[in-house]
């Protein structure tokens, strides 16, 4: 190979024909109809992030502010920080038996299996 020669190289996109809109970023729709918690059939879904495990539970289908008022009750009884987004509650650890007896408690139900 010669110093002498460059290579010609070539990446990229052509902005003239237009971009595309995204119309929706979420992969679940927010349920706008508000449920007692003995009609919810809540799930349970545990992920790693960042080494770590979140176990996550819902949907919830509950007005915001009695969800909020939930997941601070929650997290006060479990010692664990902890977010409400998209009608879904993330727990940081492991709690998944823990939280289970607490929510049964509060008159919540569960899908078969989980």
């Known amino acids: 190979m010669s110093r002498g020669k460059k290579l010609d190289f070539f990446v990229g996109a052509d ?7 995204v119309t929706s970023s979420r992969k679940t729709q927010i349920a706008t109809e508000v449920l007692e918690p003995s009609k919810q059939f809540l799930l349970f879904k545990k992920e790693k992030r960042r080494g770590k495990t979140v176990t ?11 969800a ?3 997941l601070k009750t929650l997290k006060k009884k479990l ?7 998209d009608g879904w509650m993330e727990m940081q650890g492991e709690l998944k038996d823990k ?15 989980h």
């Open 68 to 70: 909020t008022s939930l």
């Open 15 to 21: 902005i003239d024909e237009g971009w595309a809109e």
């Open 99 to 113: 939280l289970r007896e607490l929510l049964l408690q509060k008159g919540f139900k569960f899908r078969q299996g």
């Open 79 to 85: 010692g664990c920080g902890g977010i409400y987004k």
């Open 56 to 66: 996550i539970v819902g949907e919830f289908q509950l007005a915001k502010t009695d």
